[in-house]
């Protein structure tokens, strides 16, 4: 088996969004979505323990997705290699994947008439390379590969970080992206 | 999440359709209400008719729609499929009476359709019972569906029985029948609004205070309860009880079917407003 994802080490974030800019020139996405987005977490606490982190969000790539259980056309669809995609000539724009999400990371492209989401930049991965994101990451804070190979970096770093590896809330359908925050209490899921 | 409004219209107009026919093949087999049935079964599919007109409006590809045949186990595909099936033994049905086949023949054939409708009322309900959404992650959701269908199907039903003058003992199986199932939709609505409190991933903006006494608190209260519940609840209770009938039965049977679709209306846009994702990244 195979899971292409995604970990963030959120302790290396700087929050520059230098990710949300590089997947919106990469995808051509449209104005007032957000494939990949930055969010701020906190500060939380009261002064001198007070704790702040960024939270990249973007489509989970689920092991068991939600999105293409419900989605009637078979539209969304997961690959062998794990990605989540959406076949936008079979797509009819129901939006009915975009509620079955829950994390409100698809968006209906009103002009296309379809709903899209972060791809993992798969036009990239097939041709050998990372995602956008990855590349572009100026702290260095994303970590590409393969989960179910032990010998792939996002697989040691996962080891690594040990019990300071989280998801965000699971619902069964299981999210591959994973976080590593260390020294701040994890606020989703 | 925002109100889809076509969606709120398919919802009703179909549940009103599936509601109205299964109610013409009860009094089918009953053998009561003849004079009802036939228009009671046009009203149905025109009305199911429109509520498939309103849910193309929330495509963005109408012309791919077949493709929604591709998934079977999708909850779009199953609504999809029971429309047409229902759609169709509501077309026979009306041809079986209008060329005037056997009584036993009507009745098969209204026993197919009702059995279609009920799946159809409880279809349009499921579907949106999805893990994503605490709000609506609740059988009860196909519950308040199905019962807002029989609601929405007496009151067209009683507004024929009043206009083809049936049988006073007639209109008022009909007006009890009413009644009671909005004493239970009553007892659903109450019961949604207490698994709100206790739901998981409890969020201010999915809570039942904010239905309650939050920004929905005006919709809930005076679309739904008052205008939903209460005023077709006293029309028909009235109407039950009064010796004398001071209001024509057509007047309670139309005020009533209004207020249903404002109320019904009004649970739906209600549902869409609290049904939040379990993580808003926003």
Same mark, same amino acid.
């Given at each position: 088996?195979?899971?292409?994802?995604?970990?963030?080490?959120?302790?290396?974030?700087?929050?520059?969004?230098?990710?949300?800019?590089?997947?919106?020139?990469?995808?051509?996405?449209?104005?007032?979505? *957000?494939?990949?987005?930055?969010?701020?977490?906190?500060?939380?606490?009261?002064?001198?323990?007070?704790? !702040?982190?960024?939270?990249?969000?973007?489509?989970?790539?689920?092991?068991?997705?939600?999105?293409?259980?419900?989605?009637?056309?078979?539209? =969304?669809? /997961?690959?062998?290699?794990?990605?989540?995609?959406?076949? /936008?000539?079979?797509?009819?724009?129901?939006?009915?994947?975009?509620?079955?999400?829950?994390?409100?990371?698809?968006?209906?492209?009103?002009?296309?008439?379809?709903?899209?989401?972060? $791809? @993992?930049?798969?036009?990239?991965?097939?041709?050998?390379?990372?995602?956008?994101?990855?590349?572009?990451?100026?702290?260095?804070?994303?970590?590409?590969?393969?989960?179910?190979?032990?010998?792939?970096?996002?697989?040691?770093?996962?080891?690594?970080?040990?019990?300071?590896?989280?998801?965000?809330?699971?619902?069964?359908?299981?999210?591959?992206?994973?976080?590593?925050?260390?020294?701040?209490?994890?606020?989703?899921? | !999440?925002?109100? %889809?409004?076509?969606?709120?219209?398919?919802?009703?107009?179909?549940?009103?359709?599936?509601?109205?026919?299964?109610?013409?093949? @009860?009094?089918?087999?009953?053998?009561?209400?003849?004079?009802?049935?036939?228009?009671?079964?046009?009203?149905?599919?025109?009305? !199911?008719?429109?509520?498939?007109?309103?849910?193309?409006?929330?495509?963005?590809?109408?012309?791919?729609?077949?493709?929604?045949?591709?998934?079977?186990?999708?909850?779009?595909? %199953?609504?999809?499929?029971?429309?047409?099936?229902?759609?169709?033994?509501?077309?026979?049905?009306?041809?079986?009476?209008?060329?005037?086949?056997?009584?036993?023949?009507?009745?098969?054939?209204?026993?197919?359709?009702?059995?279609? #409708?009920?799946?159809?009322?409880?279809?349009?309900?499921? =579907?949106?019972?999805?893990?994503?959404?605490? #709000?609506?992650?609740?059988?009860?959701?196909?519950?308040?569906?199905?019962?807002?269908?029989?609601?929405?199907?007496?009151?067209?039903? *009683?507004?024929?029985?009043?206009?083809?003058?049936?049988?006073?003992?007639?209109?008022?199986?009909?007006?009890?029948?009413?009644?009671? $199932?909005?004493?239970? %939709?009553?007892?659903?609505?109450?019961? *949604?609004?207490?698994?709100?409190?206790?739901?998981?991933?409890?969020?201010?903006?999915?809570? #039942?205070?904010?239905?309650?006494?939050?920004?929905? #608190?005006?919709?809930?209260?005076?679309?739904?309860?008052?205008?939903?519940?209460?005023?077709?609840?006293?029309?028909?209770?009235?109407?039950?009880?009064?010796?004398?009938?001071?209001?024509?039965?057509?007047?309670?049977?139309?005020?009533?079917?209004?207020?249903?679709?404002?109320?019904?209306?009004?649970?739906?846009?209600?549902?869409?407003?609290?049904? =939040?994702?379990?993580?808003?990244?926003?």
């Amino acid at each position: 088996m195979t899971q292409i994802a995604i970990a963030l080490d959120l302790n290396r974030c700087v929050g520059c969004l230098a990710c949300v800019v590089a997947c919106k020139m990469e995808n051509n996405v449209q104005i007032g979505s *957000y494939w990949n987005k930055v969010l701020r977490v906190g500060p939380n606490g009261k002064f001198p323990d007070v704790e !702040m982190y960024f939270l990249p969000v973007l489509c989970q790539h689920c092991d068991s997705p939600e999105c293409t259980k419900v989605c009637p056309t078979g539209a =969304s669809h /997961k690959r062998a290699d794990g990605i989540v995609l959406i076949d /936008k000539d079979k797509c009819i724009g129901c939006r009915y994947c975009a509620m079955a999400c829950p994390y409100g990371v698809r968006y209906f492209n009103e002009e296309a008439g379809v709903v899209e989401k972060c $791809t @993992l930049c798969a036009h990239l991965v097939d041709k050998g390379q990372r995602p956008t994101c990855v590349e572009e990451c100026t702290g260095n804070c994303r970590y590409f590969g393969d989960l179910d190979d032990p010998t792939s970096e996002i697989s040691r770093k996962l080891n690594e970080a040990g019990k300071n590896v989280h998801t965000v809330a699971d619902v069964g359908n299981h999210p591959s992206v994973k976080y590593i925050l260390r020294k701040a209490t994890w606020r989703s899921g | !999440m925002e109100i %889809q409004w076509p969606l709120v219209f398919f919802t009703l107009l179909t549940g009103l359709g599936a509601g109205a026919f299964a109610f013409v093949a @009860l009094t089918e087999w009953l053998g009561k209400a003849e004079r009802t049935r036939l228009p009671g079964a046009s009203t149905a599919l025109v009305a !199911m008719a429109a509520g498939g007109v309103a849910s193309v409006f929330h495509l963005g590809h109408l012309e791919r729609i077949f493709n929604v045949l591709n998934n079977l186990r999708s909850g779009i595909a %199953q609504e999809m499929i029971l429309i047409g099936l229902t759609g169709l033994a509501i077309v026979v049905y009306i041809i079986v009476v209008r060329l005037g086949y056997s009584a036993q023949v009507r009745k098969i054939v209204a026993l197919v359709g009702l059995v279609l #409708a009920t799946l159809l009322a409880i279809a349009i309900g499921k =579907s949106y019972v999805l893990a994503a959404r605490p #709000a609506w992650n609740t059988w009860l959701l196909p519950l308040l569906y199905f019962v807002s269908a029989a609601v929405l199907g007496l009151f067209t039903i *009683y507004i024929w029985a009043a206009l083809r003058k049936e049988e006073e003992a007639t209109v008022l199986a009909v007006n009890r029948a009413t009644l009671i $199932t909005l004493a239970v %939709q009553a007892v659903v609505v109450v019961a *949604y609004v207490v698994y709100l409190a206790v739901a998981p991933f409890p969020n201010p903006l999915r809570s #039942a205070s904010r239905l309650l006494a939050g920004d929905l #608190a005006p919709v809930f209260w005076g679309g739904l309860v008052v205008v939903g519940l209460l005023i077709p609840l006293g029309l028909t209770a009235w109407f039950f009880v009064a010796k004398k009938k001071v209001l024509p039965s057509l007047v309670v049977a139309v005020v009533g079917l209004v207020c249903v679709l404002v109320g019904g209306g009004a649970f739906r846009a209600l549902m869409y407003i609290l049904g =939040s994702s379990i993580e808003k990244f926003s």
